[in-house]
Structure formats: C-alpha cells, structure tokens
C-alpha cells in the first residue's frame, strides 16, 4: 500500500488504503498521517474523516473525534449515501 501511496501521491483514495493497512498493523501514527495526508488531497473523502475519528476515540480525544464523525457524517448526507452514515 505504501508504494502505491506514494506512486500516486496525488490520490487521496490511496492514502486512505495505506491508512486502513497500518491501523491493521497497529501503526496509529502511520496511520494518522496517511488518513490526515488523505483529508488534506480531499477534504470531501467521508472515509478519511471517519477513520480519523476513530483514531481519536482510541487516544481519548473525543471532542476531535466528534468534530471528524460529524463532518463524515455531513459529507455522507450531501452525497445521499446512508450507507456510508452507517459506518
């Protein structure tokens, strides 16, 4: 995931993959970069806030783990997507 991160440094959706991989691994600090480098490519990636958001609920910042699932949330809603709501 992390070569394909960084051949298409450009592509938000791969930054998020690489970000999935390392919470998987553990690796909450590779991770954050990964989903934050996701949000910073594009800011309407429902997902990368999501998971950003959970990150927060394990370190116990919960004000900044809402403000990410709340911002998911609207992002989910303005595509009509009530599955992603869900997640």
Not at 10 to 15: P, Q
Request: hydrophobic fraction near 45%; charge should be negative; charged fraction near 30%.
């Amino acid at each position: 995931y992390r070569q394909l991160a960084d051949r298409h440094a450009t592509e938000a959706v791969r930054h998020l993959d690489l970000g999935v991989a390392l919470m998987a691994a553990e690796d909450r600090a590779g991770a954050r970069e990964a989903f934050t480098r996701a949000v910073t490519l594009d800011a309407q990636l429902p997902a990368a806030h999501v998971r950003l958001g959970v990150l927060d609920v394990q370190e116990g910042h919960t004000a900044r783990a809402f403000a990410s699932l709340d911002e998911a949330v609207r992002l989910y809603r303005l595509a009509d997507n009530a599955e992603g709501e869900s997640e």
